[in-house]
Nanobody, 123 residues
């Protein structure tokens, strides 16, 4: 019913920038939250950022506030994550996901997931 495809991951130097994209298809929801979550080696999946398609309200994890910006293009069913001032701690597989009910900061509440895109930050 819902497919999510991430792109834009890659290798970047510490302090550099990357922009991730996620395009959704097959969605029937009129109101939902799209989130970016990540999983680093040896760590549990964690919330990064989210945005509501209805009002554009954005939320961020404390660890990325001031560095990452989430945005959306509803016409394209696409959400973006602009990542600036990247740090080694940002190295992870980044996933986009759809939340239809629950808490935006809880990875377990997201119902649909993409397959992820790797972000590597070199020292």
């Amino acid at each position: 019913q819902v497919q999510l495809v991430e792109s834009g991951g890659g290798l970047v130097q510490t302090g550099g920038s990357l922009k991730l994209s996620c395009t959704a298809s097959g969605r029937t929801f009129s109101r939902y939250v799209m989130g970016w979550l990540r999983q680093a080696p040896g760590k549990e999946r964690e919330f990064v950022a989210s945005i509501s398609n209805s009002n554009g309200a954005a939320e961020y994890a404390d660890s990325v506030k001031g560095r990452f910006t989430i945005s959306e293009d509803n016409a394209k069913n696409t959400v973006y994550l602009q990542m600036n001032s990247l740090k080694p701690e940002d190295m992870a597989v980044y996933y986009c996901a759809v939340l239809t009910g629950g808490v935006y900061s809880n990875p377990r509440d997201y119902a649909y997931w993409g397959q992820g895109t790797q972000v590597t930050v070199s020292s």
